[in-house]
């Protein structure tokens, strides 16, 4: 599976943002999607996950309440939904793919990523 992640900009505290990541392949839906951040001078760190029916999700304790993590199948995309944006924030976002439960390691599969940029 191929995945490319869009949707990345500059915004203001406070705001919103939705991020898209965008599949190829008929058996997306057998997939549990991640997406994962890197700050400047940062490590890489996870975000939050989907499980390949969308039933399950959970999200890393620094963006839980702040941001939702959906999925289209019928259109092989996943979405970041993220509001209260916080200049922490700031990363370039992307989403891995995986065969299996939803989990925070094991993404076989990664897109390029989408700069988010959020200005106080």
């Known amino acids: 599976v191929q995945l490319q992640a869009s949707g990345g900009g500059l915004v203001q505290a406070g705001d919103s943002l939705r991020l898209s990541c965008a599949a190829s392949?008929?058996?997306?839906?057998?997939?549990?999607v991640g997406w994962f951040r890197q700050g400047p001078g940062k490590e890489r760190e996870f975000v939050g996950t989907?499980?390949?029916?969308?039933?399950?999700?959970y999200y890393a304790d620094s963006v839980k309440g702040r941001f939702t993590i959906s999925r289209d199948n019928a259109k092989n995309t996943v979405y970041l939904q993220m509001n209260s944006l916080k200049p922490e924030d700031t990363a370039v976002y992307y989403c891995?793919?995986?065969?299996?439960?939803?989990?925070?390691?094991?993404?076989?599969?990664w897109g390029q990523g989408t700069l988010v940029t959020v200005s106080s």
């Open positions: 891995g793919a995986k065969i299996g439960v939803a989990g925070v390691e094991g993404y076989g599969y």
């Open positions: 392949g008929r058996t997306f839906s057998s997939y549990a």
């Open positions: 989907i499980s390949w029916n969308g039933g399950t999700s």
